[in-house]
């Protein structure tokens, strides 16, 4: 069974600060990353797209991926109130055909 | 360009029913996915069609299928349906080309089985 593993949180962390979301798999073929946040009731919408081993910047969030461990991260600088969502792993899992494999997700509360 | 679009946003059927969701892609995005998302199993993958052919299929019993139309728009069918299947039914499109294979969701189906 290929997986996708996220801590289900909540994370708690107040505005200003960093915010790291972890998330691990399962399958070494694994080519391409994405994290996707869902507010509750709304579909989910992409953040960040990774495919390279290292970190990868947009705007307030970072990518950080290690294909040798199997691990990928997201960290979001100056959380804001409006970043509380769940925060979904999604890992392109790749043997013999291509199956997208969400996790679980990681629900994120930033308090004042 | 516009979103992908979903149609209808909300159902309510009875057991032993069947259910036709609708999905249009992005335009210019030749690859639709089907995906179930409920509390208790998260989102799960159930089928991808690309130009007209199922590309890859999750693990999901034979009452879940699907197709799409050379316009890339494509339709997804639940026969006989059970309390289970109740759930939120996203769509997502992608251009599936060298470049990227990111997915953009639809707003969902909320399918509600009686």
């Known amino acids: 069974q290929k997986e996708v593993e996220q801590n289900s949180g909540p994370l708690s962390v107040p505005e200003g600060a960093i915010a790291s979301l972890n998330c691990t798999y399962s399958?070494?073929?694994?080519?391409?990353f994405f994290w996707y946040r869902q507010y509750s009731g709304k579909s989910p919408e992409l953040i960040m797209s990774i495919y390279s081993n290292g970190d990868k910047e947009d705007g307030r969030f970072t990518a950080q991926l290690n294909k040798a461990s199997q691990y990928v991260s997201l960290l979001i600088r100056d959380s804001k109130l409006s970043d509380s969502a769940t925060y979904l792993c999604?890992?392109?899992?790749?043997?013999?055909?291509?199956?997208?494999?969400f996790g679980r997700g990681t629900s994120l509360i930033v308090h004042p | 360009k516009a979103g992908v679009t979903q149609t209808p946003r909300y159902l309510i059927k009875t057991r032993g029913q069947q259910v036709t969701l609708s999905c249009s892609p992005i335009?210019?995005?030749?690859?639709v996915s089907w995906y179930q998302q409920t509390p208790g199993q998260g989102l799960q993958f159930l089928f991808e069609y690309f130009s007209e052919t199922q590309r890859n299929k999750g693990n999901f019993p034979g009452r879940f299928s699907g197709r799409q139309f050379s316009n890339s728009r494509s339709e997804m069918n639940v026969s006989t349906l059970e309390l289970g299947d109740s759930a939120l039914y996203l769509c997502a499109s992608s251009p599936r080309d060298q470049s990227t294979d990111t997915q953009y969701f639809g707003p969902g189906t909320r399918l509600t089985v009686l």
């Open positions: 335009s210019g995005h030749r690859s």
């Open positions: 999604v890992v392109n899992i790749v043997g013999g055909s291509y199956i997208p494999t």
């Open positions: 399958d070494r073929g694994s080519q391409s």
